[in-house]
């Protein structure tokens, strides 16, 4: 392990998974707000599949609606939001 090194910066990870398959898809940014961003536009895509106002949903809660959208599919989505490190093995 003498040969693992931390690189910086910290990279921010939004994953999508949805049914059917448990389909995963991620992107990976270096700053946070487009990472949040990304997280919106996945809201704004999907949220008519279940006759929900996308736009009054992130107005009213702002990023916490990725901590709500696996309720608010009935459990047939979830958004997440991950700070990672960047490490590289040599």
Not at 33 to 52: K, R, T
Not at 73 to 79: L, N, Q, V
């Amino acid at each position: 392990m003498s040969d693992h090194t931390l690189k910086n910066p910290i990279v921010f990870t939004i994953v999508h998974i949805s049914e059917p398959g448990l389909q995963t898809n991620c992107a990976v940014f270096q700053k946070e707000e487009d990472a949040v961003q990304a997280g919106f536009a996945i809201v704004q895509e999907n949220s008519p599949n279940y006759q929900l106002d996308a736009d009054a949903l992130i107005e009213e809660n702002g990023e916490y609606i990725f901590e709500e959208w696996h309720t608010l599919t009935s459990h047939r989505e979830r958004i997440s939001l991950y700070q990672s490190p960047v490490n590289v093995f040599n």
